[in-house]
């Protein structure tokens, strides 16, 4: 089982940039791939980018503004997110995939708003 925290979150301001944080733990060394996730208040959960060793996969929305990155030493997974827009304000969750199944994190909520 892996276990998820996610760090990172907070207020901004449209235009502004936040970078979050996911530090993995337990059976870290069995994920295929990791993951953001974003679950706008009612709307459903929505994919935003993936990395994994086949490389890194972004939804339309963020492509070109956000960049997600893993750090396999620190066990920790970034996205860094740029040019941000009121759309963006969602619970931000951690994912990762593995023989043992999917992990999610508790999620850090962001909101981008003046």
């Known amino acids: 089982q892996v276990q998820l925290v996610e760090s990172g979150g907070g207020l901004v301001q449209p235009g502004g940039s936040l970078r979050l944080s996911c530090v993995a733990s337990?059976?870290?060394?069995?994920?295929?791939?990791m993951g953001w996730y974003r679950q706008a208040p009612g709307k459903q959960r929505e994919l935003v980018a993936t990395?994994?060793?086949?490389?890194?996969n972004y939804a339309g929305s963020v492509k070109g503004r956000f960049t997600i990155s893993r750090d396999n030493a620190e066990n920790t997974c970034y996205l860094q997110m740029n040019s941000l827009k009121p759309e963006g304000t969602a619970v931000y969750y951690c994912?990762?995939?593995?023989?043992?199944?999917?992990?999610w994190g508790q999620g850090t909520q962001d909101t981008v708003s003046s």
């Open positions: 994912n990762t995939v593995g023989p043992g199944g999917t992990s």
């Open positions: 337990g059976s870290i060394f069995s994920i295929y791939a």
């Open positions: 990395i994994s060793s086949a490389g890194t």
